[in-house]
């Protein structure tokens, strides 16, 4: 599993590696739903995805690059740390059952 990782200026949590380029939107919807988020803007480039959203009104970037195909959460709002910390918890416990 993986773990958030801190850097200087943001926190990150890596999500998912079995999506693709193509069902990465369906995918972040999904997620964004769960959160109860609210999707903010959406960028796409020719090998990455980048969604903007905001989580209990903390903003989050949503992001996918597909070499290798990697989906991550980062924020660099502080308190987006204890959400982060919640999504590694339920992450964790999905992979024990």
Do not use: Q, Y
């Amino acid at each position: 599993m993986k773990s958030i990782i801190r850097h200087e200026d943001k926190f990150e949590l890596e999500l998912a590696e079995d999506v693709g380029w193509e069902s990465f939107n369906a995918w972040a919807k999904a997620f964004v739903k769960l959160r109860k988020g609210k999707v903010t803007r959406k960028i796409s480039g020719p090998d990455a995805h980048l969604w903007e959203i905001s989580i209990s009104n903390i903003s989050f970037s949503l992001c996918f690059v597909d070499f290798p195909d990697t989906v991550w959460i980062e924020t660099k709002e502080v308190a987006g740390e204890e959400i982060l910390k919640e999504i590694e918890s339920e992450l964790g416990e999905a992979n024990h059952t």
